[in-house]
């Protein structure tokens, strides 16, 4: 019975078999079309983290104090220049005050920045007048262009004539034992996704902009195609002046032009489904299923895409003077203010191709260049 590994292989030699390069090194050289192993952060069949590769070697500084399951509440100030941040110590129960030197670096994320701007008086005058928010400055772009990678599922039945065995939980626990005795094995690796296929969508010949997937599921198989470098936007606003109540994250409205490329990807896909091995492994596409029209498939991408959560573009880097929707210069201070900067994801002014992790590592890199140089 085909097990995760052979699945995988399935997935590999189709693509092969369809005309699809091999490609050694999926972040080296342009153009990286092809099909090639995923890369990731695993070293002794352990994950390494952003906390474990930068964070946990320097807890033991006597400079560095670390709060954990603090929430910031807001930043403040005076006049337009930092002098104080407010957050919530569950340990205690209490609201602290901590007053700042020299400035505040805040690194919340694409969601969570955007909101502590807001609540502290940075933002759209708009919604922070709505909410009875005192104005720093005045910065319409806060929140306002969120981006992601948006994907969609193809999925597939198993021909009647296959067995396939998912696996049990003795296999877990075999595997389980495997992984603590030597760090190897299926938990050392990322089981049957372990091939990534990248293709440039309309027959364009530069970088790839769409990645393909196979997963098996134990009643079907899925194919899950990502869209990279969308023109699709949503937005992150408020719904409350308190700062415990999360903000409103919208959903990613998807435009003609990335509705176009998934249309595109969804017809290479079912070109590919055709070639040996997946030919004579699949028995018929499930979703959305060959019978729709394309309006019809355009309203199935619509209703049924998800994103990725690698989210970016709610504090956007650029021209202050020339840019309306710029948030930080690029030296990431904020716009209108004086001891405040922003490093994380939402400077990015998009998701760009790939996953963001590495793009947010070499930003705080280059981050603490530029800080350190200038105090």
């Given at each position: 019975?085909?097990?995760?590994?052979?699945?995988?292989?399935?997935?590999?030699?189709?693509?092969?078999?369809?005309?699809?390069?091999?490609?050694?090194?999926?972040?080296?050289?342009?153009?990286?079309?092809?099909?090639?192993?995923?890369?990731?952060?695993?070293?002794?069949?352990?994950?390494?983290?952003?906390?474990?590769?930068?964070?946990?070697?320097?807890?033991?500084?006597?400079?560095?104090?670390?709060?954990?399951?603090?929430?910031?509440?807001?930043?403040?100030?005076?006049?337009?220049?930092?002098?104080?941040?407010d957050y919530y110590d569950p340990i205690d129960r209490v609201n602290v005050t901590v007053y700042v030197n020299?400035?505040?670096?805040?690194?919340?994320?694409?969601?969570?920045?955007?909101?502590?701007?807001?609540?502290?008086?940075?933002?759209?005058?708009?919604?922070?007048?709505h909410y009875n928010i005192s104005s720093v400055s005045n910065v319409s772009g806060v929140g306002s262009t969120?981006?992601?990678?948006?994907?969609?599922?193809?999925?597939?039945?198993?021909?009647?004539?296959?067995?396939?065995?998912?696996?049990?939980?003795?296999?877990?626990?075999?595997?389980?034992?495997?992984?603590?005795?030597?760090?190897?094995?299926?938990?050392?690796?990322?089981?049957?996704?372990?091939?990534?296929?990248?293709?440039?969508?309309?027959?364009?010949?530069?970088?790839?902009?769409?990645?393909?997937?196979?997963?098996?599921?134990?009643?079907?198989?899925?194919?899950?195609?990502?869209?990279?470098?969308?023109?699709?936007?949503?937005?992150?606003?408020?719904?409350?002046?308190?700062?415990?109540?999360?903000?409103?994250?919208?959903?990613?409205?998807?435009?003609?032009?990335?509705?176009?490329?998934?249309?595109?990807?969804?017809?290479?896909?079912?070109?590919?489904?055709?070639?040996?091995?997946?030919?004579?492994?699949?028995?018929?596409?499930?979703?959305?299923?060959?019978?729709?029209?394309?309006?019809?498939?355009?309203?199935?991408?619509?209703?049924?895409?998800?994103?990725?959560?690698?989210?970016?573009?709610?504090?956007?880097?650029?021209?202050?003077?020339?840019?309306?929707?710029?948030?930080?210069?690029?030296?990431?201070?904020?716009?209108?203010?004086?001891?405040?900067?922003?490093?994380?994801?939402?400077?990015?002014?998009?998701?760009?191709?790939?996953?963001?992790?590495?793009?947010?590592?070499?930003?705080?890199?280059?981050?603490?260049?530029?800080?350190?140089?200038?105090?």
């Amino acid at each position: 019975s085909p097990d995760y590994p052979n699945l995988a292989r399935l997935f590999l030699d189709t693509a092969l078999n369809f005309g699809i390069p091999w490609n050694e090194d999926l972040n080296g050289k342009s153009p990286r079309n092809g099909i090639g192993l995923m890369d990731m952060n695993i070293g002794d069949g352990v994950r390494s983290s952003s906390f474990n590769a930068y964070l946990k070697p320097h807890l033991s500084n006597r400079k560095l104090t670390v709060r954990t399951n603090a929430q910031v509440l807001r930043i403040r100030f005076h006049d337009n220049k930092t002098y104080a941040l407010d957050y919530y110590d569950p340990i205690d129960r209490v609201n602290v005050t901590v007053y700042v030197n020299k400035e505040v670096i805040l690194c919340a994320g694409a969601i969570n920045t955007p909101h502590l701007l807001m609540v502290s008086g940075i933002g759209n005058p708009q919604i922070l007048n709505h909410y009875n928010i005192s104005s720093v400055s005045n910065v319409s772009g806060v929140g306002s262009t969120l981006k992601d990678h948006l994907a969609i599922r193809l999925k597939y039945a198993y021909n009647d004539r296959l067995s396939f065995r998912f696996p049990m939980l003795d296999d877990w626990q075999q595997e389980l034992s495997i992984y603590a005795k030597n760090r190897t094995g299926f938990f050392s690796g990322l089981g049957s996704h372990v091939y990534d296929l990248w293709v440039s969508s309309l027959g364009q010949q530069t970088d790839p902009d769409i990645q393909i997937i196979g997963k098996p599921q134990e009643n079907h198989y899925e194919i899950t195609i990502i869209l990279h470098n969308t023109t699709s936007t949503a937005n992150v606003t408020l719904v409350s002046s308190d700062p415990r109540v999360p903000p409103q994250v919208s959903k990613s409205q998807i435009t003609d032009h990335d509705a176009k490329i998934f249309l595109w990807a969804i017809d290479y896909v079912r070109n590919m489904s055709s070639t040996d091995p997946w030919n004579s492994t699949f028995a018929r596409e499930l979703e959305p299923g060959i019978n729709l029209d394309r309006t019809q498939v355009i309203n199935w991408i619509e209703t049924t895409n998800f994103g990725l959560n690698d989210y970016t573009g709610t504090a956007p880097l650029g021209d202050l003077l020339t840019e309306p929707l710029a948030v930080v210069d690029p030296a990431l201070r904020v716009k209108g203010t004086l001891g405040l900067r922003i490093v994380d994801a939402s400077v990015l002014r998009n998701s760009g191709t790939g996953s963001i992790y590495a793009t947010v590592l070499a930003l705080a890199e280059k981050a603490f260049d530029v800080i350190t140089t200038s105090l």
